[in-house]
């Protein structure tokens, strides 16, 4: 599976990006993930998956997803060199919380920034030569907060129900070009991003979580390769929930 196939990851250099790209690294795909400011996590990142698969061919590349320019410039430089982008993992994204009261303009604008609007500069640099290729696969990662809301976090959990309108209405544009469309939300992920929040606000979540664990990156990686994977080929416009049963 994914034989002659080009991933691209953004935010792949950490979290459940890297764990995308590692899971990738398994098949034959080749794999080019983003990042924009660790080159260290890229390189270790990349290193990763050559040890998985030696013959392998990855590469990382630096932008900021949140650029318009930029994005467009380095997707067409990737589009020159490997001649297509047949997947887009759409997985960069940032918090920046405060309660909303708090809340200044700068938090509400820089999340939209990257969670939204680097979707929107993403995608929009890629799907001309999906539609091309007549074959695509866009899978952006979504949040169980864009359902269920979440105290503090008013601007990330707005980007996150924001996926949502883009998967659904792009399905419907792509489908007759063969294009799937589809989101990823999963609930409390260890990474980064959810290990710098207070031991109280975890043991919140773990009482909320029927399967008594929170995610690994990898479980939300599993099922990125299925929806990027022709066993998903009838499955577009949906959003999967990958949460250990923590529903609103
Ligand atoms: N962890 C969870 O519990 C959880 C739950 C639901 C949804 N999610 C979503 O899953 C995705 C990944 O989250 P994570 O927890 O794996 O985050 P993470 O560990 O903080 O990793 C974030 C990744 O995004 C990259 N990135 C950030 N800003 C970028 C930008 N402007 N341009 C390009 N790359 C950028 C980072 O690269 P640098 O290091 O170079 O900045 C890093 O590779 C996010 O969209 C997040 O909202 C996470």
């Known amino acids: ?97 405060s309660l909303f009261m708090r809340m200044k303009e700068s938090q509400w604008d820089e999340v939209f920034e990257v969670n939204i609007k680097g979707i929107f500069n993403c995608t929009k640099s890629v799907v001309r030569s999906m539609v091309k290729n007549q074959y695509g696969k866009i899978i952006s990662i979504s949040s169980v907060v864009g359902e269920m809301g979440n105290p503090g976090q008013a601007n990330y959990s707005s980007t996150k129900s924001a996926i949502y309108g883009f998967t659904k209405s792009l399905a419907k544009e792509l489908g007759s070009k063969n294009i799937n469309v589809n989101a990823i939300s999963p609930g409390f992920i260890e990474t980064d991003i959810t290990d710098v929040l207070p031991d109280s606000i975890k043991t919140k979540y773990m009482e909320m979580i029927p399967l008594a664990k929170f995610g690994l990156p990898e479980d939300v990686a599993k099922s990125v390769l299925f929806l990027a994977s022709d066993d998903s080929s009838y499955i577009t416009g949906e959003v999967l929930k990958i949460n250990g049963g923590l529903y609103t």
Request: charge should be negative; hydrophobic fraction near 35%.
């Open 1 to 97: 599976m994914f034989d002659n196939k080009i991933v691209l990851v953004t935010g792949g250099s950490r979290g459940i990006g890297k764990a995308v790209g590692l899971e990738f690294a398994k098949t034959n795909a080749t794999v080019l993930i983003n990042y924009t400011s660790s080159d260290d996590a890229a390189n270790k990142a990349i290193e990763e998956m050559k040890k998985i698969n030696p013959n392998g061919t990855f590469e990382s590349f630096k932008f900021d997803v949140s650029n318009y320019q930029e994005t467009e410039n380095e997707i067409k430089h990737i589009l020159d060199k490997y001649s297509k982008i047949d997947i887009l993992v759409n997985n960069a994204g940032i918090t920046r919380d």
